[in-house]
Every structure is written in structure tokens, then in C-alpha cells.
């Protein structure tokens, strides 16, 4: 087990900061939902899909 684990080292360490990235995009897209925001940042004015974003 030991010698998979040095063997594969890089691997384990890069799949682990890709795996803590996407926590923190997943922990901050929940946190802007409940505070309200939008993920486009709300400026509907050139937006060609305004109508089917935000009901008015």
C-alpha cells in the first residue's frame, strides 16, 4: 500500500487541490444564492436572455 501510495504521490496531491477548488466554487455559488445575488451579476440591460433569467 505504501509503495502505490509514493508511486502515485503526484497524482494524490493534484486530484486533492482540484478537489478542494471545486469545494470552494460549489461553497461560494451556495452562499451568493442565499444572499440573493445573481451568478451574472444582475445587468439585464444587454443581456439577450434577460426574459428568461429574472421574472419582472
Avoid at 482540484?18 to 444587454?46: F, H, N, Q
Amino acid at each position: 500500500m505504501l509503495a502505490w501510495i509514493t508511486a502515485n504521490i503526484g497524482t494524490i496531491i493534484v486530484s486533492a487541490v482540484l478537489i478542494a477548488i471545486v469545494a470552494l466554487v460549489i461553497t461560494v455559488m451556495v452562499r451568493d444564492k442565499k444572499k440573493g445575488k445573481s451568478p451574472c451579476g444582475g445587468k439585464c440591460s444587454g443581456c439577450p436572455s434577460a426574459n428568461a433569467c429574472h421574472n419582472r
